[in-house]
C-alpha cells in the first residue's frame, strides 16, 4: 500500500506560479495512475490532473488546460503539478491521489490520498 505525501503550496499573487511535489512511498510508484484533486471551502473535492504511471497520458480539467502540468518522476517515486498564470479561483486545498490501473478522473477511483497542501492566490 502506498503512502503519499503531499508539499508545495503556499500564498501567491495573482499571476504567480507554484510547484506542488507528491512524494510516494511504501509501494511500487510505477504501477500507480497519479492524480491532483483540490477542494475549496464548502465545495466538493474536484479533478485537476492525472497522469498514466509510465507519463504517456495525461488528462487536465477545463478549468486548468493550459496552465497547469502534471508530471512524474518514477526514479525519484514523486508527481509534480506545475500551476503557472494562477487565479484567485485556484484557492484550494490540493490533494494528490493514487490507483493501480488506468488513468482515471474519478475521485472515488482513487483509495490513495495525500494529506492535502493549501494552495492561496491572492488578487
Known amino acids: 500500500q502506498v503512502q503519499l505525501v503531499d508539499s508545495g503550496g503556499g500564498l501567491v499573487q495573482a499571476g504567480g506560479s507554484l510547484r506542488l511535489s507528491c512524494a510516494a512511498s511504501g509501494g511500487t510508484f510505477s504501477k500507480y495512475t497519479m492524480g491532483w484533486f483540490r477542494q475549496a471551502p464548502g465545495q466538493e473535492r474536484e479533478f485537476v490532473a492525472a497522469i498514466s504511471w509510465n507519463g504517456d497520458s495525461t488528462y487536465y480539467a477545463d478549468s486548468v488546460k493550459g496552465r497547469f502540468t502534471i508530471s512524474r518522476d518514477n526514479a525519484k517515486n514523486t508527481v509534480y503539478l506545475q500551476m503557472n498564470s494562477l487565479k484567485p479561483e485556484d484557492t484550494a486545498v490540493y490533494y494528490c491521489?493514487?490507483?493501480?490501473?488506468?488513468?482515471?478522473?474519478?475521485?472515488?477511483?482513487?483509495?490513495?490520498w495525500g494529506q492535502g497542501t493549501q494552495v492561496t492566490v491572492s488578487s
Open positions: 491521489a493514487g490507483r493501480e490501473g488506468v488513468i482515471s478522473t474519478r475521485r472515488y477511483e482513487f483509495p490513495y
